[in-house]
């Protein structure tokens, strides 16, 4: 056996009660921060641990692409992370950390936009969802109105609250809300 063979494994023993101690000293806020979804329109589930402290997880923000990619016409683009961390405090919020979103609609490419613009009111030409930054979700045991108000008093990017159709919608833009 080699001497740096021996080095290292006496590093690694030094080494591994700090790393545990560090890690069980950690603030709340550098927890996993995991989300869960139910697509609505494929009946997809996904669960993520998309972000450890400060790092967000490129894999699994990779994957959270794909989840929400335009289920119209399979395009996939980059989704905005604040818009997760928007999420993940939301439930957190609503007192529920375990909380699974049902997704109604994420990433649309331009031409998904423009078709529902002609066949449906209130979707907005330069929409957010085009860019990655807005989702439509409900949570299954919440009504919306009360997402809608948590959303509201979290005072990130828009909040739009579609009653009828039974959805919130969030996003990374400007603060400003709108719906009933």
């Given at each position: 056996?080699?001497r740096?063979y021996?080095?290292?494994?006496?590093?690694?023993?030094?080494?591994?009660?700090?790393?545990a101690s560090?890690?069980?000293?950690?603030?709340?806020?550098?927890?996993p921060?995991?989300?869960?979804?139910r697509?609505?329109h494929?009946?997809?589930?996904?669960?993520?641990?998309y972000r450890?402290g400060?790092?967000?997880?490129?894999?699994?923000l990779q994957?959270?692409?794909?989840f929400?990619?335009?289920?119209?016409?399979?395009e996939?683009?980059?989704?905005?992370p604040?818009?997760?961390?928007i999420l993940?405090?939301?439930?957190?919020s609503?007192?529920?950390?375990?909380a699974?979103?049902?997704?109604?609609?994420?990433?649309?490419?331009?031409?998904?936009?423009a078709?529902l613009?002609?066949?449906?009111?209130?979707?907005?030409?330069?929409?957010?969802?085009m860019?990655?930054q807005?989702?439509?979700?409900?949570l299954p045991d919440?009504?919306?109105?009360?997402?809608?108000d948590?959303?509201?008093?979290l005072?990130?990017?828009?909040?739009?609250y579609?009653?009828?159709?039974?959805?919130?919608h969030l996003?990374?833009?400007?603060?400003?809300?709108?719906?009933?």
């Amino acid at each position: 056996m080699n001497r740096r063979y021996f080095l290292g494994v006496a590093l690694s023993t030094v080494a591994a009660p700090v790393t545990a101690s560090s890690f069980f000293s950690r603030r709340p806020t550098e927890r996993p921060r995991v989300l869960s979804f139910r697509h609505l329109h494929t009946d997809d589930l996904i669960e993520v641990t998309y972000r450890i402290g400060d790092t967000y997880q490129r894999s699994a923000l990779q994957r959270l692409n794909y989840f929400l990619r335009d289920f119209r016409t399979g395009e996939v683009a980059p989704i905005d992370p604040r818009l997760f961390d928007i999420l993940y405090d939301l439930k957190l919020s609503l007192g529920d950390p375990d909380a699974r979103f049902d997704l109604i609609s994420a990433y649309r490419s331009p031409s998904s936009n423009a078709q529902l613009r002609k066949t449906s009111g209130g979707v907005a030409r330069n929409s957010l969802h085009m860019r990655g930054q807005a989702v439509d979700v409900r949570l299954p045991d919440l009504s919306t109105r009360l997402l809608r108000d948590a959303a509201v008093a979290l005072e990130r990017g828009g909040v739009g609250y579609y009653r009828r159709s039974d959805f919130v919608h969030l996003d990374t833009g400007e603060v400003r809300t709108w719906g009933a």
